[in-house]
């Protein structure tokens, strides 16, 4: 079993920046695979990013690549999510989840198996 809180979410204006952490707790024997969604108000999720289990390699949605970078400490059992340059467009709740599936590189199109619940965003002037 493995519990994630997401922290660092608020409110911004655009052009600013947020950090936000997803910290993983439980079992934490193993490292796993760490997404981050998100969801806008009456839209579907949306897969945001997500980063390997030792952090050699990171995938971005493309409404994000230039402008988030995901990074993880695995001795403090965090991920966090870096988010430059941002737009009133990615005000949302955003999620990190866990796939203890793959081993190997990572997917926001895989199945993810623990989520946290959330902290929102929100990018307003």
């Known amino acids: 079993q493995l519990q994630l809180v997401e922290s660092g979410g608020g409110l911004v204006q655009p052009g600013g920046s947020l950090r936000l952490s997803c910290t993983v707790s439980?079992?934490?024997?193993?490292?796993?695979?760490i997404g981050w969604f998100r969801q806008a108000p009456g839209k579907e999720r949306e897969g945001v990013s997500c980063?390997?289990?030792?952090?050699?390699?990171?995938h971005y949605a493309d409404s994000v690549k230039g402008r988030f970078t995901i990074s993880r400490d695995n001795n403090k059992n965090t991920v966090y999510l870096q988010m430059d340059s941002l737009k009133p467009e990615d005000t949302a709740i955003y999620s990190c989840?866990?796939?203890?599936?793959?081993?190997?590189?990572?997917?926001?199109?895989?199945?993810?198996?623990?989520w946290g619940q959330g902290t929102q965003v929100t990018v307003s002037a």
């Open positions: 439980g079992d934490t024997s193993d490292y796993h695979v």
């Open positions: 980063i390997s289990r030792l952090g050699s390699a990171t």
């Open positions: 989840a866990a796939d203890t599936r793959t081993r190997y590189f990572c997917s926001i199109a895989n199945k993810y198996d623990y």
